[in-house]
């Protein structure tokens, strides 16, 4: 079946630092969405990125990603953390299956991202 | 803005007990979800509804049971509540032009 994986469940970095949160996938159907969404403490989670076609780099809020469907991934960038970073950071996946654009949304288990000064 | 909300906002229940968790939404979307949201699991889909009167559903259902009697509110029940039930469960709805999804501020339900 389709899943997500987000091999680090935590990462500590310093102020300043490029951070780099890592999300592969796999599906069957070749049409698939990948999205980061982000969650604060004590705020709703909230879409971060959304995938664009393959190998087109999409960007927002200083972070970046990448889906390179050879590679099945769509890992989460930025060049330099900030303090404000630090939150549950989820890749998810969507295959499209159901009616119209919208699909049910596989999460990975999250990546904790910890900047620290 | 998109608005999503739940409630309790937190609520502690007795095993055994019956919960039932609120959702209501303005964003006029037809799909609604519930995630729980646990240390190490991540979000995982209990039941969805893309049309008023009808829940599918997701990937974890066993002891949960779902309700969609308006587009708008979408609510999540436990009829016996289990200790295993304790987590933080979120509600969501998403657009469908766009599949991103608008989630709720979540309930954080302990069960004792």
């Known amino acids: 079946g389709d899943s997500v994986t987000q091999k680090e469940g935590l990462v500590t970095l310093t102020e300043g630092l490029p951070v780099m949160l890592n999300c592969t996938y796999q599906t069957i159907y070749s049409n698939a969405f990948l999205f980061w969404y982000v969650h604060y403490l004590n705020e709703s989670p909230r879409l971060l990125l959304k995938?664009?076609?393959?190998?087109k780099r999409t960007e927002h809020q200083g972070f970046h990603a990448t889906l390179h469907k050879s590679s099945s991934s769509f890992h989460l960038q930025k060049s330099s953390a900030q303090l404000s970073d630090s939150a549950l950071y989820y890749c998810a996946l969507s295959d499209r299956r159901l009616a119209g654009n919208t699909g049910k949304l596989i999460f990975g288990l999250g990546t904790t991202l910890q900047v620290q000064p | 803005e998109a608005a999503v909300t739940q409630s309790p906002r937190s609520k502690v229940a007795v095993t055994g007990g019956k919960v039932t968790l609120s959702c209501h939404q303005t964003?006029?979307?037809?799909?609604m979800y519930w995630y729980r949201q646990d240390t190490g699991h991540g979000l995982r889909l209990i039941h969805y509804?893309?049309?008023?009167?009808?829940?599918e559903k997701g990937d974890i259902p066993d002891g949960y049971k779902a309700s969609r009697p308006s587009q708008e509110n979408f609510s999540l029940i436990l009829e016996l509540a289990s200790l295993s039930q304790t987590a933080v469960y979120f509600c969501a709805s998403s657009d469908a032009n766009t599949g991103q999804l608008y989630f709720g501020e979540g309930s954080k339900l302990t069960v004792l």
């Open positions: 964003n006029n979307h037809d799909y």
């Open positions: 995938s664009s076609t393959d190998n």
């Open positions: 509804s893309y049309v008023a009167d009808s829940t």
